[in-house]
């Protein structure tokens, strides 16, 4: 396995650190970690099922998707070590007979190889003989005891299965890692406001997102709703849309918290004519149609999800299968740069204020991007 030089390598031990505060559950609770260590390798065979279903068409997801699943599955095998005292850096290098790559390792030198080349790479035969090897080692796991000597070799053994899958599935190692510590910690830990995302602070202040605002939000006698922002009048009179009402004339709210939180809304910048012109790229590629569309999609899909969860309603948390899907649909615009965890907040503040809204027929949104919140306060007289 040869090192890549456009790809930074990173440690074993570095992941082992970097996920451990990512684990949420019990030190006792291993049967939930067997059994996701279990799902997850399932998950790799399924992204190889579809790429012979599917073939070329699944080409350019296939690397994106076996990627993230075995950093999924890295992640279990690390929480199971943690229950085990086991370490797994020590793991890999009994897996390989104390060959140092360990410590840095990258698992192919070129990513872009063909797939049907990168299957039976490196002399370890079909993907599919790989993957029915590591699916055999995990199974052995679930029957695992709970003690080191015995533990030991079983996970050796589903070590140097797995090292072999992403030696096979052509896929870097040294990215697996990375997106996998990118993926759990931006999910399970606060993220530090000084490394959040800024998108237009460096534009001039006609060009921001207002840095704190109030919108009022109006029902008439009409069943439509109205946004007033500084006296003013934006867009367009809402409804449902729908033949069973369900309060989505008021989802401009979910723009205004995504504003307030992520610092991102090209609906909301359409809506006050704050498109970041001076820079015709950043117009062009953040704030015109598509990236709207984006923004609308995003807020109808979340939605549907919501409505059959009492929107949130007394939730602390929302599913990570639900932001995993919003960060794939965001991909490519500039705030999948945002943590999932800042998206969670988002979410969970944006349907606090959402069913209050529904609740009282209207009501003033106050966002505040200093703060990156989004509050709810009743109409004069309400």
């Given amino acids: 396995m040869s090192n890549s ?8 031990s570095d992941y082992e650190k970097a996920v451990t505060p990512t684990d949420r559950f019990a030190d006792d609770e291993i049967t939930p970690i067997l059994l996701g260590l279990f799902g997850e390798v399932g998950s790799v065979m399924s992204t190889s099922k579809k790429l012979h279903r599917e073939k070329g068409a699944f080409e350019s997801g296939y690397r994106r998707d076996v990627e993230e699943e075995l950093g999924d599955t890295l992640w279990y ?11 797994l850096s020590e793991l890999f290098v009994e897996a390989t007979s104390g060959d140092q790559f360990v410590a840095n390792i990258t698992a192919n030198s070129d990513p872009s190889a063909p797939i049907a080349r990168v299957m039976t790479a490196k002399g370890l035969g079909p993907l599919d003989n ?17 003690d080191e000597k015995t533990a030991k070799p079983i996970m050796i053994e589903f070590v140097r299965a797995y090292i072999q ?8 190692f040294s990215e697996v890692l990375k997106s996998n510590i990118r993926k759990s910690t931006g999910r399970f830990l606060k993220p530090s406001p000084d490394c959040l995302p800024d998108f237009d602070a460096s534009f001039p202040a006609e060009e921001q997102l207002p840095r704190q605002f109030e919108i009022e939000i109006t029902q008439r006698s009409n069943g439509r709703s109205y946004l007033r922002w500084n006296g003013v009048f934006i867009g367009d009179p809402l409804t449902d849309n729908i033949a069973d009402p369900d309060g989505y004339r008021f989802h401009d709210v979910f723009h205004f918290a995504n504003a307030a939180i992520l610092h991102w809304s090209p609906t909301f910048r359409a809506l006050i004519k704050h498109k970041r012109k001076s820079d015709p790229r950043v117009d062009e590629a953040q704030d015109s149609g598509r990236a709207i569309v984006v923004d609308e999609g995003v807020s109808a899909y979340i939605f549907s999800e919501a409505k059959a969860l009492n929107f949130f309603e007394s939730q602390t948390s929302v599913s990570f299968d639900l932001l995993k899907a919003v960060s794939n649909f965001v991909r490519g615009y500039e705030v999948e740069r945002c943590p999932l965890n800042l998206w969670e907040t988002a979410i969970l503040q944006g349907y606090e204020v959402f069913r209050q809204m529904r609740k009282n027929n209207g009501g003033i949104v106050v966002g505040n991007r200093d703060k990156r919140t989004i509050e709810y306060r009743p109409l004069k007289g309400a």
């Fill in 165 to 172: 899958a992403v030696q096979s599935s052509g896929v870097s």
């Fill in 77 to 87: 095998a690390a929480a199971l070590c943690r229950r085990l005292k086991l370490s």
């Fill in 130 to 146: 790989v993957l029915l090897k590591l699916g055999e080692d995990s199974a052995r796991l679930l029957g695992v005891k709970v």
């Fill in 5 to 12: 030089a456009s790809t930074p390598q990173i440690s074993i």
